[in-house]
C-alpha cells in the first residue's frame, strides 16, 4: 500500500466506507467530510489503486450452469435448475427455490395438462410466487391427503387456491389424512368414488411437484401426528427422506412397508412415468433425502441450490 500521511489515510477509508458500505452519492459524501466532489472522487480512486477498496464481481451464472449441466449428466436428468442463493439457510433457499420452480412451471404448462401438487412450506413458497398464464383446461389435483391430528399448518388448502387460480381451474382437494391408522381404513377410503376419481386424476397428472420431507421430529410430516412409536423406530437411521410421506432410504427403496400400506396418495412408481416428475429441495436436511430420490429416479427434474448441487456431485454412497 502506498504510504499517505494519516490524516489524508483516515479522509480515504472514510470516503471509500460512505460509497461503498453505507451508500452516500458523491456529493453526500463531499458534504460530509467537507470537500469538493471531484475531491471525493479521487479519494474513492485512490483507494482502488492503493488496494483499500478491492471490487470482486461474483458471476453465479456460470458456475451454476455448469452445475445443472454435471448433475443431468450424473442423474440422468431432464432438467436440472440451480438457484444462486447468498446464504445456506433453510428460509433463504426455499424463497429463492419457489421462484425458480415457479418460473419453471411458467415455461411447461400448456393446455390440458394435469398438475399434481404436494403440500408444506416449500410448495407455499412456489404457489405464492405462481405468474398467473392463460391455459385452457389445466386440471390442479392434490397428490397426497393433507388432513393431520395436529394444529401445524400445512398450506393444504392455500397451495391448491394459489395454483387455481393462477392457471384459471377449480382445484382438486384430496379431503384425507396422509397416513391412516390401518389398511382397512385406506381401502375402505379408496373405495369412495368420489375419492377414486381424486386419486386417479392424481395417477393421471403429466406435471408432478413435490418436495422432500427430512427424517427430523421438527420436520412438517413429525408434527402431524401421524406416527405410533412402532413406525419411528423403523424410519429413524434408515429412512433418508419422503415424498409424498412414502419414506425411502439412500437407493430410493421404501423402509416400511407396511407404513406405506397405510399410505394414502400417489405411489412412488408413478412419479418415474410422470412427463415432468419435479423435485423441488435444498439445504442441509435434504442432502441425503435428495440423492435417495435421484438414485429412485422419481424425479426427472430437479430444483436446488448451488451448495447442495455440489454436495449432491460429491456424494458417492
Not at 500521511?5 to 471509500?16: F, G, H, P, T, Y
Not at 469538493?36 to 479519494?43: A, E, F, G, I, W
Not at 387460480?165 to 382397512?184: E, R, S
Not at 427430512?214 to 437411521?237: A, H, V, W
Request: aromatic share 8%.
Amino acid at each position: 500500500m502506498i504510504k499517505v500521511d494519516r490524516e489524508k489515510l483516515s479522509k480515504v477509508i472514510e470516503a471509500a466506507k460512505l460509497y461503498y458500505l453505507l451508500d452516500y452519492n458523491q456529493n453526500e459524501i463531499a458534504k460530509i467530510l467537507g470537500v469538493s466532489r471531484p475531491t471525493v472522487s479521487r479519494l474513492l480512486q485512490q483507494a482502488k489503486s492503493d488496494g483499500i477498496v478491492q471490487i470482486n464481481i461474483m458471476d453465479p451464472t456460470e458456475d451454476v450452469e455448469n452445475l445443472a449441466v454435471q448433475l443431468e449428466k450424473k442423474f440422468n436428468l431432464k432438467k436440472a435448475i440451480i438457484a444462486s442463493i447468498p446464504q445456506y439457510e433453510n428460509h433463504i433457499i426455499k424463497n429463492y427455490l419457489g421462484e425458480k420452480a415457479a418460473n419453471y412451471l411458467d415455461e411447461i404448462v400448456k393446455d390440458d395438462d394435469i398438475i399434481g401438487v404436494t403440500w408444506g412450506t416449500t410448495l407455499y413458497h412456489i404457489a405464492i410466487e405462481l405468474k398467473q398464464k392463460f391455459v385452457k383446461n389445466v386440471k390442479v389435483v392434490q397428490l397426497k391427503g393433507g388432513v393431520s391430528h395436529a394444529e401445524t399448518n400445512t398450506y393444504a388448502s392455500e397451495i391448491l387456491y394459489l395454483f387455481g387460480k393462477t392457471y384459471n381451474t377449480a382445484p382438486h382437494h384430496l379431503p384425507l389424512p396422509a397416513i391412516v391408522d390401518h389398511v382397512v381404513v385406506k381401502q375402505a377410503m379408496e373405495a369412495d368414488r368420489h375419492i377414486r376419481k381424486i386419486l386417479e386424476l392424481g395417477s393421471q397428472a403429466n406435471i408432478a411437484l413435490f418436495t422432500i420431507g427430512s427424517i427430523k421430529t421438527d420436520s412438517l410430516l413429525f408434527q402431524l401426528g401421524y406416527f405410533t412409536e412402532s413406525d419411528l423406530k423403523s424410519l429413524y437411521g434408515k429412512a433418508v427422506g419422503d415424498i409424498c410421506s412414502r419414506f425411502f432410504d439412500k437407493n430410493g427403496e421404501i423402509c416400511n412397508e407396511s407404513l406405506n400400506e397405510r399410505t394414502l396418495g400417489v405411489n412412488l412408481d408413478e412419479l418415474r412415468k410422470k412427463e415432468y416428475s419435479i423435485v423441488v429441495a435444498g439445504g442441509p436436511n435434504k442432502i441425503e433425502g435428495i440423492y435417495g430420490a435421484l438414485k429412485g429416479k422419481y424425479a426427472n427434474v430437479l430444483v436446488t441450490d448451488q451448495f447442495t448441487a455440489k454436495f449432491l456431485l460429491d456424494k458417492t454412497e
